[in-house]
């Protein structure tokens, strides 16, 4: 029951480098999010997908990339990371609106830091 | 524009003390809303959610949270604190293309 998971789970890059945070889900959840959290802020959306290869951006995108192949997996790509980009990146995912559940099951975290 | 307001980034209580952390929202549609926690180092769990059916909803924990339309209120509320009960929380509310927007966080110190 791995539910779902991120990795790594802290990452120290460099300005100007890609970097790619993964994200994998076991219960088959169509759609699944990416945000990341700052102190003042919340979380904010990054991007979304309601299922494979459909995605839409949030309210941050800037400078990230997804893909969606399977849906289990939900990679976000920094492709020329930058010192604002440091944070804390969260992955989550819900059923299908039709169960009308809502809820979004989080993973534990990237801890990001772009030097 | 829909929107969340947590007010007071930061609520210090005794243990045994009522927890009180209110939540605003502003959204032109029936709302959907939630509570979750965060523990350090770990993500956001749920605590409850408000999707139009009872007003006052019950969740994890011994935490409940009354909907009030008239004040556009959410406010979550526990009876008696527990030092377990130190974590940060979040107000949500779920926009009419189903993404959920976040409050900026309360973060609950629980004193002993």
């Known amino acids: 029951d791995a539910g779902i998971t991120q990795s790594p789970r802290y990452k120290i890059t460099e300005t100007g480098r890609q970097v790619t945070l993964m994200c994998h889900q076991t219960w088959s959840h169509s759609y699944m999010f990416w945000y990341r959290q700052d102190l003042g802020h919340g979380l904010r959306l990054i991007y979304y997908?309601?299922?494979?290869?459909?995605?839409d951006k949030g309210e941050v995108p800037d400078g990230y990339v997804v893909s969606r192949s399977k849906t289990e997996n939900f990679p976000l790509t920094l492709e020329s990371a930058t010192r604002s980009q440091t944070s804390v990146y969260f992955c989550?995912?819900?059923?299908?609106?039709?169960?009308?559940?809502?809820?979004?099951?989080f993973g534990p975290g990237t801890r990001l830091t772009v030097t | 524009a829909q929107s969340v307001t947590q007010l007071g980034s930061h609520v210090s209580v005794s243990e045994g003390a009522l927890v009180l952390l209110r939540c605003n929202y502003s959204s032109s549609v029936p709302p959907y809303l939630f509570w979750y926690v965060q523990y350090p180092n770990q993500g956001l769990q749920l605590l409850l959610k408000?999707?139009?059916?009872?007003?006052l909803v019950k969740g994890i924990n011994g935490f409940e949270a009354e909907f009030k339309k008239s004040e556009t209120s959410f406010h979550l509320t526990k009876p008696s604190a527990h030092m377990s009960d130190a974590a940060e929380y979040f107000c949500?509310?779920?926009?009419?293309?189903?993404?959920?927007?976040f409050g900026s966080g309360t973060r609950l110190l629980v004193r002993p």
């Open positions: 408000y999707t139009s059916a009872a007003t």
């Open positions: 997908s309601a299922a494979a290869d459909i995605t």
């Open positions: 949500a509310l779920m926009d009419s293309s189903y993404k959920l927007i």
């Open positions: 989550a995912s819900s059923a299908d609106r039709g169960l009308f559940s809502y809820e979004q099951y």
